[in-house]
Structures are given as structure tokens and as C-alpha cells.
């Protein structure tokens, strides 16, 4: 009953070694990301209010994003374990994630960090497509799918994001790296950082994970 938690720059590939990762240990992938832009496509209330933020390349605010992820770790899904892809963003929210599961006298067991350059993820960003309906992820340069425009998973049809252009995605490296960098600190403390380098390909990068986990006697 794995916790894990995936950080990495916008863009390093941490979704798509987090859909292998899942897989590999049968755990529920919980994507803040993914949760907003669902809730954008919806129209709800937080959808309309995350819009805002996401479309200048800022982060939602602590409160709504935490309230967000406690709603969704009550579903009966992650019982079984889980990865949490995107957050925590801040040390707030990592603060936060930790009294939530100091209540059940929980913890997270690992922490995967997925190192890629910026350069790299410039260009994999602005080439990136996303299923409009189940999130899974293309890359018309490196990770095409079957048919261009539509989903290999769920038939859908698959869009650039709309904070995928270069100006925000400069501006989502800037906030990475004033607020989610430190992070790593905060968790290297504790002895539970995984690596993983996507500078090659998602293949290398997800190796190196499955030998840090097992490092950990995580498997
Ligand atoms: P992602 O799909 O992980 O790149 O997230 C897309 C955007 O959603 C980010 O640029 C933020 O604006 C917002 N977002 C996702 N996760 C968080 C979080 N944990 N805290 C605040 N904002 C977030």
C-alpha cells in the first residue's frame, strides 16, 4: 500500500512515469492537474476559480488545492495506495499532506524525483498533446499517437494545453523553482528521494525509479 509522491518540473515527464509507475504497483493516480482541468472542462466553481491561475502559469491557492486532495484521498481508490502527481507544489502543501495523514498514522513512503532540463522540457512542452477526455498524454515529436488527434486509450481527442505555450510555460519554470524546489530538501531530509533523469528517454528515467523504490525495499 504504497504513498508516493512524483516531483519534477512542468514538463519533465513526471505524468507519464507516473502512469507507469501506477501501473507497475497498482496504485490510483491522483493529478491535481488533471483534477483542475477537469473541473475547468465542467465548469464547476473550483474549475472557474483555478482557471485564472493556471492560464498565467501560477498556482492555485494552498487552501483550495489542499481541500481539493483531502476530498479526493477519502475515495476508497486510494486505499490501496497511491501517487500523487503535482502536489504538493508548496511547503504549505506539504505541510498540510502530512498532518492529513498523521491522522490515520499514515506516511508517504517515497518521494520520485523526475530531474529534466529546461531546455529539453521547452521543447517537449510546446509539442505535448493531451486526451481532452481522459488526460493521457502525446507528444506529436516523440510519443505520437496511433492516429494524430485522437486518444490511444479512449478514442478521444487530444489538444495542446492551453498553458503550454512558451510564455507560460517560462513562467510555470519560474514558479517551480521559487516554490516546489525546495521541497526536495524538505523530503531529502528524511531519506526518501527517488531519482529518476528523463534528460534521454522515459525509459532510463523509469529504470532508475524502480531501483531507488526497491532501494527503499518499496516494491
Ligand atoms: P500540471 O498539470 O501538474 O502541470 O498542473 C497545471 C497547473 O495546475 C499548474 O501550472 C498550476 O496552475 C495548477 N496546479 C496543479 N497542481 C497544483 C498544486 N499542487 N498547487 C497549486 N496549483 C496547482
Do not use: W
Not at 483542475?36 to 483550495?64: C, H, M, W
Not at 486526451?131 to 496511433?146: D, L, Q, R, T
Not at 523509469?206 to 526497491?214: F, N, Q, R, T
Amino acid at each position: 500500500h504504497m504513498k508516493l509522491i512524483i516531483l519534477g518540473a512542468p514538463g519533465s515527464g513526471k505524468g507519464t512515469s507516473a502512469t507507469v509507475i501506477r501501473e507497475k504497483y497498482s496504485l490510483a493516480h491522483i493529478s491535481t492537474g488533471d483534477l483542475f482541468r477537469y473541473n475547468i472542462k465542467e465548469q464547476t466553481k473550483l474549475g472557474i476559480e483555478a482557471k485564472s491561475y493556471i492560464d498565467r502559469g501560477a498556482l492555485v491557492p494552498d487552501d483550495v488545492t489542499i481541500r481539493m486532495v483531502a476530498d479526493r484521498l477519502g475515495n476508497d481508490d486510494c486505499k490501496s495506495g497511491y501517487i500523487l502527481d503535482g502536489f504538493p507544489r508548496t511547503t504549505a502543501q506539504a505541510k498540510a499532506l502530512d498532518e492529513l495523514l498523521a491522522k490515520t498514522g499514515d506516511k508517504i513512503d517515497a518521494v520520485i524525483h523526475v530531474i529534466t532540463d529546461d531546455d529539453i522540457i521547452m521543447d517537449r512542452v510546446t509539442t505535448r498533446r493531451v486526451c481532452e477526455k481522459c488526460g493521457a498524454s502525446f507528444n506529436v515529436k516523440y510519443m505520437p499517437s496511433k492516429v494524430e488527434g485522437v486518444c490511444d486509450v479512449c478514442g478521444g481527442k487530444t489538444v495542446m494545453r492551453s498553458d503550454d505555450n512558451p510564455e507560460t510555460v517560462g513562467k510555470r519554470l519560474e514558479t517551480y523553482k521559487e516554490n516546489t524546489r525546495p521541497l526536495i530538501d524538505f523530503y531529502n531530509a528524511r531519506g526518501i528521494i527517488v531519482e529518476g533523469n528523463n534528460n534521454v528517454d522515459s525509459a532510463t528515467c523509469i529504470k532508475s525509479i524502480e531501483d531507488g523504490l526497491a532501494r527503499l525495499n518499496l516494491n
